[in-house]
């Protein structure tokens, strides 16, 4: 069994939440059928290690090629100073090792990155003229220092707050919560 990954982006590097679209094009150049679990890992070349990582069964008839995709979401902890690789192997069962194939990719940190972590609502349910507790985790992943204002908006409900603009420091996170009247 031949694999290669095809390289979705030519290698011109990714950024810490981007999905890495995988496709790997397995050929079965044996006498029989085989049927193959195809995994693919988001590998720490610098830690030795796997990220993270999606597997399925494919099923190749003997002479043919088939294709496999994939999809693997990049975490956004971690050390983008690593070296990284999309590991690819291909068996048959957990014993019999057929064939693998690796790209090394470069992930980098945006300069500028500001994510949702997490809102809760309290009370969940708020009926006419009454308030709610909106909590919001923001994380800053990217490279710089940014000023965020946090916004929660519904034109039905004429709801427009915000709150004050503040620091959030690379790499730190941060939760705020307002008040609303339904």
Not at 18 to 32: A, R
Not at 71 to 84: A, L, M, Q, V, W
Not at 109 to 117: S, W
């Amino acid at each position: 069994v031949n694999i290669k990954i095809k390289d979705s982006r030519n290698n011109k590097g990714f950024e810490i939440g981007d999905e890495i679209n995988i496709e790997v094009k397995v050929e079965n150049d044996g006498s029989e059928n085989v049927n193959l679990d195809v995994k693919a890992y988001l590998y720490d070349l610098s830690d030795n290690e796997a990220i993270e990582d999606v597997s399925d069964d494919l099923k190749v008839k003997k002479g043919k090629k088939e294709k496999i995709e994939f999809t693997i979401e990049i975490p956004d902890d971690i050390d983008t100073d690593n070296k990284f690789a999309i590991y690819v192997i291909a068996s048959e069962d957990e014993d019999e090792f057929c064939n693998s194939d690796f790209v090394e990719i470069e992930i980098k940190r945006p300069d500028e990155k500001v994510v949702i972590k997490d809102v809760r609502i309290n009370p969940d349910t708020v009926k006419k003229g009454g308030t709610a507790e909106v909590e919001v985790e923001v994380e800053n992943i990217g490279d710089n220092d940014v000023d965020v204002v946090i916004s929660v908006k519904n034109t039905e409900l004429n709801i427009n707050e915000e709150t004050t603009e503040f620091e959030l420091d690379s790499e730190d996170s941060e939760t705020k919560t307002l008040t609303i009247e339904i």
